[in-house]
């Protein structure tokens, strides 16, 4: 662990997250994944940048931050939003994943990602080729052409590429 790095427990984390939440804010965390959900987007290691947003800002399309009951934190794509009596459920899957997530309540949403970092490239999500890269993920994941392995090997790094092709 480096001087800027900060290691907390999970209990330690929910209790920044609520006072970011409560000023807004933005924080950073390197990824630590238990599989290939979020290939080829994120890989164990990115370091991502999420801004702590009102359940109302997100999207769909939108990567959401959000956490289990007593359980891990987790990152993956909106997809769904569905009102039931009073309350909004989110609906979330990866982006390597063939079936939703299990529904859960907008107060368990932390943040949207804004920014994945890998080997020192950096990809804004919320705007410019990023903005354009995440939408075109997010309408081609039905689809899951990451089982090509020319579109894996195309996708790993894919501001190197994108960035030229929008600039």
């Given amino acids: 662990m480096t001087r800027d790095e900060l290691s907390l427990s999970t209990e330690d984390l929910d209790s920044l997250l609520r006072e970011l939440a409560s000023r807004g804010g933005r924080f950073r965390f390197r990824a630590r994944t238990r599989g290939i959900s979020m290939q080829p987007l994120i890989h164990q290691g990115d370091t991502i940048l999420v801004e702590v947003v009102r359940p109302s800002q997100l999207g769909l399309g939108d990567l959401v931050l959000y956490r289990w009951p007593k359980g891990p934190y987790i990152v993956h794509r909106l997809i769904k939003k569905e009102k039931s009596a009073d309350k909004v459920v989110l609906v ?26 890998r080997d020192g490239y950096r990809m804004r999500l919320d ?12 309408r081609l994941s039905p689809w899951k052409p990451w089982r090509f392995s020319w579109l894996r090997w195309l996708a790993r790094y894919p501001w190197r590429w994108v960035g030229r092709l929008m600039g």
Avoid: K
């Fill in 92 to 117: 979330t899957q990866g982006d390597n994943h063939s079936g939703q997530d299990i529904p859960f309540n907008e107060e368990q949403a932390v943040g949207r990602v804004l920014e994945v970092q």
């Fill in 127 to 138: 705007r410019g080729a990023g903005r354009v890269f995440n939408s075109l993920v997010y």
